[in-house]
């Protein structure tokens, strides 16, 4: 079966699709005293970025910031206007769009709805939030995606790629399905003997691209925990690596050699603009977009 879709494009959030750090803004904005003590005591003891972030919510509700006050905070979220143009071009040309993310679900969807993005997102792979008005007082409730209770996600690359909350690589082969994608699985030694970390070899012995609606998959990030899912990526696929973030020291480093995918290097949402309508072009240039048009 030919592709129906000219890519699936999977964006990081934090610095990739917005130009800032949601979670950053959000204590700035409404707490910048505690929340630089509160990067400071991250950096010192470690631990899951996500519990920091809810210290700051119930304190963000303690000095009586409430919802509106949030959402004012976060629009001040930058977002480059060619990325938008970017995901409205994408979306329209039938592309599937995801993010997946360390942030919070509340912060992305805030963000998306205020640029008028968000009917344009299939789905947000992240930690959950809510804000509760049964709480006293009122609060914004922040929970790991993978809590403390729950096994280890198994990331061979999870130092230093992959924090202990989040392998974006399982998600995204979750998502996209292990046996109908060609994978990179031979990243590691454990992929070339075994293949996929989280899928028996059985499975993978059915792999086949003609599973998937998708021509290519397209990733857009900047930092370690990106690393991990575009090196799953196979040959026509492209690992959009922004300039001057820690994922591009990755990449240019000793860990190069385990990406088999595209590398293509991005400044802002103009280079990811140019990008998304190159490969709507190619893609309506081969013929698939028209006999797609034509099925549906």
């Given amino acids: 079966m030919a592709p129906t879709k000219p890519f ?22 409404l ?12 950096q010192n003891e470690g631990g899951v970025w996500t ?8 304190e963000v509700a303690r000095r009586g910031f409430g919802e509106q006050d949030i959402l004012g905070a976060l ?35 805030a963000i998306l709805r205020h640029h008028d993005l968000f009917r344009y997102i299939k789905q947000i792979i992240t930690n959950s939030a809510y804000f509760s008005i049964s709480s006293t007082p009122p609060r914004l409730i922040i929970s790991r995606r993978t809590l403390a209770s729950d096994p280890p996600h198994g990331c061979d690359l999870q130092t230093p790629s992959c924090g202990l909350n989040l392998c974006k690589g399982k998600e995204i082969t979750r998502l996209v399905g292990p046996a109908s994608w060609q994978w990179n699985w031979s990243r590691t030694e454990r992929g070339k003997t075994q293949g996929s970390p ?20 397209i990733y857009v990030g900047d930092g370690r925990n990106d690393f991990c899912p575009i090196s799953l990526l196979s040959e ?60 549906i």
């Fill in 75 to 109: 629009k001040k979220a930058r977002l480059h206007p060619s990325t938008a143009d970017a995901i409205r071009t994408a979306g329209e040309a039938g592309a599937d769009i995801v993010i997946c993310s360390d942030a919070n679900t509340y912060f992305i969807e």
């Fill in 8 to 29: 699936l494009m999977i964006f990081d959030f934090d610095m990739s699709l917005i130009d800032d750090d949601c979670d950053l803004v959000f204590m700035k904005e």
């Fill in 236 to 295: 026509r696929d492209i690992g959009m690596v922004r300039k001057g973030q820690k994922l591009e020291k990755m990449v240019d480093g000793d860990s190069k050699s385990k990406i088999a995918a595209r590398v293509q290097k991005w400044q802002d949402g103009n280079d990811l603009l140019a990008v998304v309508n190159r490969e709507i072009a190619e893609w309506k240039t081969a013929g698939v977009g028209s006999r797609a048009s034509a099925v």
């Fill in 51 to 58: 519990d920091y972030v809810d210290e700051v919510a119930q």
């Fill in 198 to 217: 989280w899928d028996s070899p059985s499975e993978l012995s059915q792999s086949s691209t003609s599973q998937s609606p998708y021509g290519k998959i």
């Fill in 31 to 42: 707490v910048p005293d505690f929340g630089e003590a509160i990067v400071k005591r991250y």
